[in-house]
């Protein structure tokens, strides 16, 4: 089971970009998935999470910017981020809450499952 995120890159105050993230392997459920960051020398923040019903829930600092969606038959959760600034420079992480796989004989979970980062970098 991998979580692979993917479209961060370099853009200017004002620009956008849409981040994707692809869950893989022999998944049954995927239940709330989200986006975190790190910038450097700052903890891990939220950004954005969408639940299985679609319900959604943002960070004051994107709200109106950003905008979280998720297609449940690609297992894929997206990040369209609009308006972006150079506070917004971090490195995005997907997360899943709880997802749970076929491992061949039997059903298992996971929990709290991140992603590989991608880096997001707003020049003024």
């Known amino acids: 089971v991998q979580l692979q995120a993917s479209g961060g890159g370099l853009v200017q105050a004002g620009g956008s970009l849409r981040l994707s993230c692809a869950a893989s392997?022999?998944?049954?459920?995927?239940?709330?998935m989200g986006w975190y960051r790190q910038a450097p020398g700052k903890e891990r923040e939220l950004v954005a999470v969408?639940?299985?019903?679609?319900?959604?829930s943002y960070a004051n600092s994107v709200k109106g910017r950003f905008t979280i969606s998720r297609d449940n038959a690609k297992k894929t959760v997206y990040l369209q981020m609009n308006g972006l600034k150079p506070e917004d420079t971090a490195v995005y992480y997907c997360?899943?809450?709880?997802?749970?796989?076929?491992?061949?004989?039997?059903?298992?979970?996971?929990?709290?499952?991140w992603g590989q980062g991608t880096q997001v970098t707003v020049s003024s």
């Open positions: 969408i639940t299985s019903g679609g319900s959604t």
């Open positions: 997360n899943v809450d709880h997802l749970t796989y076929y491992s061949g004989s039997s059903y298992s979970s996971k929990y709290d499952y």
């Open positions: 392997g022999n998944i049954v459920t995927i239940n709330r």
